[in-house]
Nanobody, 125 residues
Framework: QVQLVESGGGLVQAGGSLRLSCTAS?????????MGWFRQAPVQPREFVAA????????YYGDSVKDRFTISRDNAKNTVYLHMNSLKPEDTAVYYC?????????????????WGQGTQVTVSS
């Protein structure tokens, strides 16, 4: 059973930056694994933010965060990061990291088997 622990959320002013971390335990990573970030604002469906392929570092981004957010990984620490720049009030949400094996559908929740507890990001205007 993979366990994912997120950290780094908080309150930031519009235009500011935050870095989220997600540390995984309980799995030996293989070629196929993908880690992703999703977010969910109140009364909104969960939205894909970014994904990274563990082995080679290939990435996907959601259209609303492209060119502002960057996903990266540290293999030695089993940790994935989400660097968020130029934050906007509409980025306010609970951010979840997820672990899965289906890179081909990495933008879909169906690609993921394990989820973290979520971390709140609030961007004030």
């Amino acid at each position: 059973q993979v366990q994912l622990v997120e950290s780094g959320g908080g309150l930031v002013q519009a235009g500011g930056s935050l870095r989220l971390s997600c540390t995984a335990s309980g799995r030996t990573y293989s070629f196929y694994y993908v880690m992703g970030w999703f977010r969910q604002a109140p009364v909104q469906p969960r939205e894909f933010v970014a994904a990274i392929r563990w082995s080679c570092g290939s990435t996907y981004y959601g259209d609303s965060v492209k060119d502002r957010f960057t996903i990266s990984r540290d293999n030695a620490k089993n940790t994935v990061y989400l660097h968020m720049n130029s934050l906007k009030p509409e980025d306010t949400a609970v951010y979840y990291c997820a672990d899965g094996s289906k890179w081909a559908i990495a933008t879909s929740e169906r690609a993921y088997d394990s989820w973290g507890q979520g971390t709140q990001v609030t961007v004030s205007s």
